[in-house]
């Protein structure tokens, strides 16, 4: 391996080894959102596609159906699938977080409305039905379909869990599970099974999918208290001033003492946020050793990702996703 490619992040090589089908993809995705009627739909949705994303699930769906074989045409109508559910989730989570950015760039509820963003979701996600029926895999349609349900179901627990300082790691994993873990999961899942993989393969891509999608939002919950408002694409401490109840946050409030406590309640709970608070709620997180603990956790994740691979086939595409779980936590180094 040459110096110029160890200087490739894995999901560019993933990118580049996958540059046609992706090429696929994006054309599919292109045709699908427009709407001969509601030309906000295509402006919305351009938005947001055209931002910039690393495309990462759609990219899982196809690697995990070319590691196993596959040679039709169907992993790419999954991968459009697959990317149209989570940019409608983003639409949504923008407007219910009242976030004003996204990708680095302003939010499409910022740019237009509450409104269009939510019914421009919609249509994203009844397109991505379609979609998904196309490939006429009754088991395919089950897991999107599943996902898709279990992504909404994830975010209403988090609505009552995330200012509640009573939330535990248990009810942590459960809503990243849903919000993030999810859709990975399902797009690895989906792309060994339209594949005609084995079992064994289906369960360890599967397992791999949620393994790195927990990894990966704990990644970014990490990165929410000291990361680059560029590498995670939004402003840095948004989740505190969204008073969400985070994985380095839980860890903290378990160790609180009286003192410290009363700080959590104010802020999360009441939401009663002033000047500093901030820099207040870091050295607490950095004092209990929160941070620390939250990111062997992330790694600890990273591992198990990386061990449901080795259960695959020796392939390129094997290496680059046991890369890609390694690089998902590198962002905390």
Known sequence: MGLDEVKVKPHERLGRWLAEDMDGVNDMIRKRMVSEHAPRIPEVTAHLVEAGGKRLRPMLTLAAARLCGYAGPYHVHLAATVEFIHTATLLHDDVVDESQRRRGRPTANLLWDNKSSVLVGDYLFAR????????????????LSNAAAVIAE??????????????DESIYLQVIRGKTAALFSAATE??????????????????????????FQIADDLLDYGGNSTEI???TGDDFRERKLTLPVIKAVAAADAAERAFWERVIEKGDQREGDLDAAIAILKRRGALDAARADAFAWTAKAKAAMSRLPDHPLREMLEDLADYVVSRLN
């Open 128 to 143: 991505a039905f379609q979609l998904m029926v196309e490939p006429g895999n009754l088991r395919v349609l089950n897991i």
């Open 154 to 167: 994830g975010e209403v627990l988090q609505l009552t869990a995330a200012q509640d300082l009573r939330t």
């Open 190 to 215: 989906a792309g060994a099974v339209v594949a005609g993989a084995t079992e064994e393969q289906v369960i360890a891509l599967r397992d791999y999918g949620d393994a790195l999608g927990i990894a």
């Open 233 to 235: 694409g939004k402003n």
